[in-house]
C-alpha cells in the first residue's frame, strides 16, 4: 500500500473484445459503493510504465499482453476508504497474446493478500452509469 499524502504513478490497460472490456471490480466499505478500473498497478523506482504494465499483468494473472499502444495519461483525485488519494495513470491499450483469457467469464488473482476479480463486462453499462468506473474520465478510453 501506499503512503499517506503520497502521489501514485499507475499503469493501466484497456483491453477489449467487442463491446466487452476487462475491467477489476472493487468496493469502498466506507462509501459501500462497488466500482471498477481497468487492471494494472504501480510502476516502480527506475522502471518505465509500459514495463510496469507487462510486469503487473504477468504477476497478478499470468498474462502476457501484446499490441501494446499508449492511450495517455489522467490524474485521479479522490476518496477511497475514507482517504484522500491522488493518482498519475498512464493508459494503454492492449491484447492478450492468449486466447484463453478472452474465453474466461472472470478471472480472481491476489494482490498483495487481497483477494480480487477481473470481469468481462459491457462497455456500454459504465456508458449508461448503471456501473461506476473510475476515474470517470477513463470512459473516453472506451
Known amino acids: 500500500m501506499h503512503k499517506e499524502g503520497e502521489i501514485r504513478v499507475l499503469c493501466l490497460g484497456v483491453i477489449k473484445d467487442g463491446d466487452r472490456v476487462l475491467i477489476g471490480e472493487g468496493y469502498d466499505p466506507v462509501k459501500e459503493e462497488h466500482f471498477y478500473r481497468a487492471l494494472g498497478g504501480g510502476v516502480e523506482f527506475g522502471e518505465t510504465s509500459y514495463?510496469?504494465?507487462k510486469r503487473e499483468?504477468?504477476?497478478?494473472?499470468?498474462?502476457?499482453?501484446?499490441?501494446i499502444k499508449y492511450l495517455g495519461c489522467l490524474e485521479s483525485l479522490f476518496t477511497f476508504n475514507g482517504k484522500q488519494g491522488h493518482?498519475?495513470?498512464?493508459v494503454y491499450q492492449c491484447d492478450?497474446?492468449?486466447?484463453k483469457f478472452?474465453?474466461?467469464d472472470n478471472i480472481v488473482f491476489a494482490e498483495g493478500k487481497?483477494?480480487?476479480?477481473a470481469l468481462w463486462l459491457?462497455?456500454?453499462?459504465f456508458k449508461s452509469g448503471e456501473l461506476k468506473l473510475v476515474p470517470e474520465?477513463?470512459?473516453d478510453y472506451l
Open 137 to 139: 474520465q477513463f470512459l
Open 57 to 67: 499483468f504477468q504477476e497478478e494473472i499470468q498474462a502476457e499482453l501484446t499490441n
Open 87 to 90: 493518482e498519475i495513470l498512464q
Open 96 to 99: 492478450f497474446a492468449d486466447p
Open 122 to 125: 459491457e462497455i456500454e453499462r
Open 102 to 104: 478472452y474465453q474466461m
Open 51 to 53: 514495463e510496469a504494465l
Open 114 to 117: 487481497r483477494k480480487k476479480t
